[in-house]
């Protein structure tokens, strides 16, 4: 579009503009990981791009079956820690958003298993001269 001004007496340059409306969705994110520590379950995945409007977050759904998934939480960045209650099979899976507003596809589901044997695992200490669990010295 244009736009002259008038102060009264005389008409300014005329200065032209350009409007981009952003429609076009982000790519999806993809390579979704989930890895249980204890009680903590780390996700890790590629990131998508948006050339126009840029990426402005990832939300990410989170359920105890794969078909009951809700909306959890919104990240920017590729990675996310969520910290978890229960026993059990965590199933995600996320998309990208962009500054103006458009989704991204889901990534595949993630899985990770929060069991005893994850949280005592991630109890051990390592001793970092020798490589040794400390409780087994």
């Known amino acids: 579009f244009h736009v002259r001004a008038y102060n009264g007496v ?10 981009k ?8 994110p ?3 990981f989930a890895i249980a520590s204890g009680k903590t379950i780390t996700l890790n995945w590629k990131e998508s791009s948006d050339e126009l409007s840029g990426v402005k977050h990832y939300a990410i759904f989170r359920g105890k079956t794969a078909d009951n998934m809700s909306s959890h939480v919104e990240v920017s960045g590729k990675t ?5 209650s229960d026993l ?10 962009d500054n103006a507003g458009n989704e991204s596809g889901f990534t595949t589901n993630a899985t990770a298993n929060v ?22 010295i």
């Open 10 to 19: 005389l008409w300014g340059e005329t200065a032209h503009f350009t409007v």
């Open 21 to 28: 409306i952003d429609k076009t969705n982000p790519s999806d």
């Open 30 to 32: 993809t390579d979704l």
């Open 80 to 84: 996310f820690v969520d910290n978890v």
């Open 88 to 97: 059990g099979t965590y199933y995600y899976k996320l998309k990208a958003m």
């Open 115 to 136: 069991t005893e044997t994850s949280i005592q695992n991630a109890n051990i200490n390592i001793c970092p001269t020798i490589g040794f669990p400390l409780n087994s």
